[in-house]
T-cell receptor
């Protein structure tokens, strides 16, 4: 497709379970970002991939969070042992690799931990 | 470090009136500034950006923004608001860091 695709769109999971969120970026975009959006909050940066460089993981809130990007394309964000405070909308975005280009966002995955 | 402030959580305006959504930034050097809009249950959509050149930038849906270096501001404006403009608006800055920093967002409500 032409845009950034995220799946699933909604995920309800029990506390303590692991979840995987998927992001398909726009073809040819070398940069990929994950953000978290909680109710009433702004966008919290989680992790950034640029080409084949080591990812910037500085925004990951705990070691329960990890992400990978395979083949410079699809990315998976994994949350282990989910907690209720992990409930949020997880947004993925991609862009061309230059600093003056805009990011294109997927519609997000709404995660609810019960 | 780079940061963005959107001082208003909510802006209310009557349809047909001009609207302004405020954004100020802090960054070392010349900034790259962006505005995005988020409709309910959707991701963010790019509206416009300032990179260099003319301080008045025009974007999608009739929106424009003015870069003011002395006031470190990048306010979003539209001459005549529509009810369909009601949404959440985010300002973002990049400079040096390739990671955009976003403001907390401003909810725009346009009343019929």
């Amino acid at each position: 497709g032409a845009g950034v695709s995220q799946s699933p769109s909604n995920k309800v999971t029990e506390k303590g379970k692991d979840v995987e969120l998927r992001c398909d970026p726009i073809s040819g975009h070398t940069a990929l970002y994950w953000y978290r959006q909680s109710l009433g909050q702004g966008l919290e940066f989680l992790i950034y991939f640029q080409g084949n460089s080591a990812p910037d993981k500085s925004g990951l809130p705990s070691d329960r969070f990890s992400a990978e990007r395979t083949g410079g394309s699809v990315s998976t964000l994994t949350i282990q042992r989910t907690q209720q405070e992990d409930s949020a909308v997880y947004l993925c975005a991609s862009s061309e690799g230059t600093v003056n280009t805009e990011a294109f966002f997927g519609q997000g995955t709404r995660l609810t931990v019960v | 470090a780079q940061s963005v402030a959107q001082p208003e959580d909510q802006v209310n305006v009557a349809e047909g009136n001009p609207l302004t959504v405020k954004c100020t930034y802090s960054v070392s050097g010349n900034p790259y500034l962006f505005w995005y809009v988020q409709y309910p249950n959707r991701g963010l959509q790019f509206l416009l950006k300032y990179i260099t050149g003319d301080n008045l930038v025009k974007g999608s849906y009739g929106f424009e923004a003015e870069f003011n270096k002395s006031q470190t501001s990048f306010h979003l404006k539209k001459p005549s608001a529509l009810v369909s403009d009601s949404a959440l608006y985010f300002c973002a800055v990049r400079r040096g860091s390739y990671i955009p920093t976003f403001g907390r967002g401003t909810s725009l409500i346009v009343h019929p």
